[in-house]
């Protein structure tokens, strides 16, 4: 669906972000997770689906390793935001019949995990003393 196509560019939102914070490594996994997730909302493929969900799964880790090693505010705030975008993912997705909803609902779902991992970066972009 190109509308999650769209939604799916708000991940390179995190991509700069993570440039900016001198992580290459995880903005590398961000942005091959920005052009996965555009290119396979796009085509609706079982390879780009399966390629989207490598760079799914590649970011998620990277993110837990994160938040694990350098996240020490805002913990309860990304742990929520972990167990909605599960949610969402696990639960309402698969149940959503409309696919206006559907459209909707995964956009959401970009936008938690998108913000989810702004701020597990945040301490490696600014000063602790402003956190």
Not at 59 to 77: L, P, R, S
């Amino acid at each position: 669906m190109i509308a999650n196509s769209i939604s799916s560019l708000v991940f390179s939102s995190n991509t700069i972000m993570l440039w900016l914070a001198n992580q290459p490594l995880y903005a590398a996994l961000m942005g091959i997770l920005t052009l996965t997730s555009v290119w396979n909302h796009y085509v609706e493929t079982t390879a780009s689906a399966l390629i989207d969900k490598i760079a799914v799964y590649a970011v998620v880790i990277y993110g837990a390793y994160h938040y694990f090693a350098y996240t020490v505010h805002y913990k309860q705030t990304i742990f929520a935001l972990f167990i909605a975008s599960g949610f969402i993912y696990y639960v309402v997705l698969p149940q959503t019949v409309d696919p206006q909803t559907y459209v909707l609902v995964h956009g959401a779902l970009h936008f938690i995990a998108s913000i989810g991992h702004h701020l597990i970066a945040l301490p490696t972009l600014l000063p602790q003393d402003i956190l």
